[in-house]
């Protein structure tokens, strides 16, 4: 079961491993990313990082689509965790589990504007999200569990 | 009183001044509090009530963007009332809580502001004047101790005098109403913490600790000392001590295509970890420790790079957005600096890479020392210091200071030259040993016992009911003693943490125990 879906371009860090996974007793912590799938030194540091109650899976966005749509996943607590608003649209398109998208932290880069603390959007983001948000899906915005909840459409 | 006043105010500068000290715990409420109490004459009532408020805001550390209260500011201002006008820590929390509340807001609104100095920040590294980026994030730096020390001036010197005849006029039941409630406050800290660690695991633990205290009484000291054998047996590593300043890394052959001379002396990464220590001079939301990261570096850079256009490129390189944990901050800054060398010496280095492998290893790296600095070191430190404070021990802040700071500068320093030499090998070996696991658990077991140990110890609630006819009364808390010691305060801490599980932000946390400590009291429910 997926217990929370979010956006954090620095993928597992402390506010992840410190706050999301104890507070939603997190087991499996499911790390969403082409470009880390295949990089030997990045998984390695992100194992280095994975909280000691938490297996830890990195998959490509692809296999990540399986993995959460096969029935198997259905018993795990999963965090899942993407770096870009573009791989959590691709995943909320595949994986119907997906009603929610928590937005943790996305830098900003040319081209985005910040419309909170921690979140700069591009416009081609913005209409990503536009998408979303007229599927039904809730986008919120939080760094740690107890931040009250934003909603994006609200900021944009 | 108004040099004392501008001395309470240069304490707040001090507090705040923690962004170049590298987050060594000297603001603390347990540091501060004393201070104000030397200030103001009364040393003991300084540790006192700074132990008071060290255990209530012991949960409140900063991890990422998420803001906490600012406890210097509300921290100092509270302890300063409360020894001016005799009230005792009751009252340094009823100030407190709010004015940090308030002054975290200000905080925040300069971490808004503080992006508008990126452009200047770039436009420097364009033209290669690193001395100017010095000087600009030091400036910044500056900024926040100076403005908030002036805003405790002001307030000090407008508020003094009506706070304190506002003071004068509570009536005793208000003032034993929220002794009550302050003595049950550190059940929000302590459930905080819980929430870092517990798990089914390692649950057992958090309750030998309780037992440790409340019906053997052992001091906090011997309870951290056998904390830390229980973690040493359970995790079998006896034979070795796993901090990474004691690893011996001189058997890890060097890598064989380092024959290039070393340009980077000794001397310059022992510069990169002194100026780590200002890593989060100009934290701002939007690149957070980015100018931070250029500072330190910058010794190693002006070693390398003599020509103007050189510069400018590393400069530029290192304004990227970079967030870390400072206490572990040196580790990326030693493998950075390898890179950088490598980068001058080889023909064809992908001068990319140096950007992805500190951007790649920042997240995971704040997971593994945010976890292990704030998680169990604080907590011990904070424990054992505490335990001691509250009775009015000068130790106790030493002590608190030195728990902590021993272990991080040593590891600090020595993360600076492991990440020269060893640098991805290191990281490499650490992934593949269990080493990180054991240590973890470790860690967890050994906070866990000291937090368990905390509500027996340091929350002093019991309950004043009395049962039966007035021939044969008894006390309630008589039975309960009988049953579990301690049971009042050991049943708050769950009670809390049961709400920290729900999600429930840390305010109303903080304001629901004070509203039923105070209506406790009032109803001689507790005391």
Redesign the interface.
């Known amino acids: 079961m997926i217990k929370l879906t979010r956006i954090d371009d620095?993928?597992?860090?402390?506010?992840?491993?410190?706050?999301w996974v104890?507070?939603l007793g997190i087991n499996c912590l499911i790390v969403a990313n082409d470009k880390t799938a295949c990089?030997d030194?990045?998984k390695?540091?992100?194992?280095?990082?994975r909280?000691?109650?938490a297996k830890l899976l990195i998959l490509t966005i692809e296999e990540s689509i399986a993995f959460l749509n096969d029935d198997k996943s259905k018993n795990a607590k999963i965090l899942l965790i993407v770096n870009s608003i573009n791989d959590a649209f691709t995943l909320s398109e595949k994986v119907t589990e997906i009603q929610s998208i928590n937005f943790g932290?996305i830098?900003?880069r040319e081209g985005t504007r910040?419309i909170s603390?921690?979140i700069a959007v591009s416009d081609a983001d913005i209409s990503l999200i536009k998408q979303m948000a007229d599927k039904g899906i809730e986008l919120e915005i939080r760094?740690?569990?107890?931040?009250?909840k934003q909603l994006i459409q609200n900021l944009l | 009183m108004l040099v004392a006043y501008l001395l309470i105010s240069l304490i707040v500068i001090f507090g705040h001044l923690e962004d170049f000290f590298g987050a060594a715990l000297l603001s603390r409420p347990l540091v501060l509090g004393p201070l104000v109490g030397l200030v103001l004459g009364d040393i003991t009532q300084g540790v006192i009530i700074g132990a008071t408020l060290e255990l209530i805001f012991m949960g409140n550390i900063k991890i990422g963007a998420a803001i906490p209260p600012d406890v210097i500011t509300g921290g100092v201002l509270g302890t300063a009332f409360a020894i001016i006008s005799g009230k005792g820590p009751a009252i340094a929390l009823a100030i407190a809580v709010p004015v940090s509340i308030m002054a975290e807001m200000v905080i925040s609104g300069l971490f808004v502001l503080r992006p508008m100095l990126n452009s200047r920040f770039n436009r420097f590294a364009e033209m290669a004047e690193f001395k100017k980026i010095e000087k600009l994030h030091v400036a910044s730096g500056l900024l926040k101790p100076l403005l908030m020390g002036l805003l405790a001036f002001l307030a000090l010197q407008l508020g003094a005098g009506v706070i304190k005849s506002f003071l004068d006029t509570i009536p005793p039941w208000v003032q034993s109403g929220l002794q009550v409630a302050g003595n049950m406050l550190p059940a929000v800290g302590f459930a905080l913490l819980m929430n870092l660690m517990f798990n089914q695991k390692v649950a057992a633990y958090f309750f030998l600790g309780f037992i440790l205290a409340s019906y053997l009484k052992l001091p906090m000291i011997a309870i951290g000392g056998l904390g830390l054998i229980v973690a040493l047996i359970i995790t079998g590593i006896t034979h070795k001590d796993p901090s990474p300043d004691e690893m011996n890394f001189d058997d890890i052959p060097s890598e064989p295509e380092a024959e290039t001379k070393p340009i980077i002396s000794k001397n310059d990464l022992r510069k990169v970890f002194l100026r780590s220590l200002a890593l989060e001079a100009n934290f701002n939301f939007e690149t957070w420790q980015n100018t931070g990261f250029a500072f330190s570096i910058l010794p190693v850079l002006k070693r390398l790079y003599t020509t103007k256009e050189s510069m400018s490129k590393a400069l530029k390189r290192h304004l990227q957005f970079f967030n870390t944990s400072p206490h572990g901050s040196t580790l990326i800054l030693g493998i950075t600096a390898a890179m950088e060398e490598q980068n001058l010496q080889k023909e064809g280095f992908d001068e990319e890479s140096i950007n992805s492998v500190k951007l790649g290893l920042m997240g995971p790296l704040a997971g593994v020392f945010d976890s292990l600095f704030w998680g169990t070191l604080k907590v011990i430190a904070a424990g054992v210091g505490i335990s001691l404070a509250i009775n009015g021990n000068i130790l106790g802040p030493i002590l608190f200071v030195l728990i902590f700071n021993i272990p991080h500068l040593l590891i600090r320093y020595n993360l600076t030259f492991i990440g020269y030499k060893a640098g991805n090998r290191f990281l490499q070996n650490l992934a593949k040993s269990n080493i990180m696991d054991k240590l973890t658990t470790g860690a967890s077991i050994l906070g866990l016992m000291v937090i368990g140990a905390m509500p027996a110890m340091l929350m002093p609630i019991t309950t004043p009911i009395i049962i039966g006819t007035s021939e044969s009364q008894v006390a309630v808390q008589t039975i309960l003693d009988q049953l579990v010691p301690n049971m009042i305060p050991l049943a708050l801490t769950f009670l809390v943490y049961f709400f920290v599980k729900k999600n429930i932000k840390t305010t109303w946390l903080l304001l629901g125990i004070l509203a039923l400590g105070f209506t406790g009291s009032i109803v001689h429910v507790f005391a």
């Open positions: 620095r993928l597992v860090h402390g506010q992840v491993s410190f706050t104890p507070s990089d030194f990045q390695m540091a992100l194992t280095l990082a909280p000691p109650s932290g830098r900003a910040l603390r921690a760094q740690v569990p107890n931040d009250k």
